[in-house]
């Protein structure tokens, strides 16, 4: 089992940069998929971005966020990151970091809290 904590939100003017930022319990974090999803007031929960377990060179990313977030970790320091450049009103919501560590690739099993992050126009 793995615990997660995220931080780093906040309120950013659009085309600023924000750094989330994901703490995960435990000795096993280089067992774990990890991503990042957010959820929009009166949305669903949508992907955003996703590593394997191994390393993060191996990433996926919505196409809404292609481009302009990435998504590193390191599993010495049992964190994941995700960079969010460029940011728009639209990326307003409470951004969850996920952990997965299931044979099926990108099947996420633990979630943090969430943090909120706001873009002003």
């Known amino acids: 089992q793995v615990q997660l904590v995220e931080s780093g939100g906040g309120l950013v003017q659009a085309g600023g940069s924000l750094r989330l930022s994901c703490a995960a319990s435990?000795?096993?974090?280089?067992?774990?998929?990890m991503g990042w999803f957010r959820q929009a007031p009166g949305k669903e929960r949508e992907f955003v971005a996703a590593?394997?377990?191994?390393?993060?060179?191996?990433?996926v990313y919505a196409d809404s966020v292609k481009g302009r977030f990435t998504i590193s970790r390191d599993n010495t320091m049992n964190t994941v990151w995700l960079q969010m450049n460029s940011l728009r009103p639209e990326d307003t919501a409470v951004y969850y970091c996920?952990?997965?560590?299931?044979?099926?690739?990108?099947?996420?099993?633990?979630w943090g809290q969430g943090t909120q992050v706001t873009v002003s126009s």
């Open positions: 996920a952990a997965g560590a299931s044979t099926q690739v990108y099947k996420f099993d633990y």
């Open positions: 435990g000795r096993t974090f280089s067992s774990y998929d």
């Open positions: 590593t394997r377990r191994w390393s993060s060179s191996v990433a």
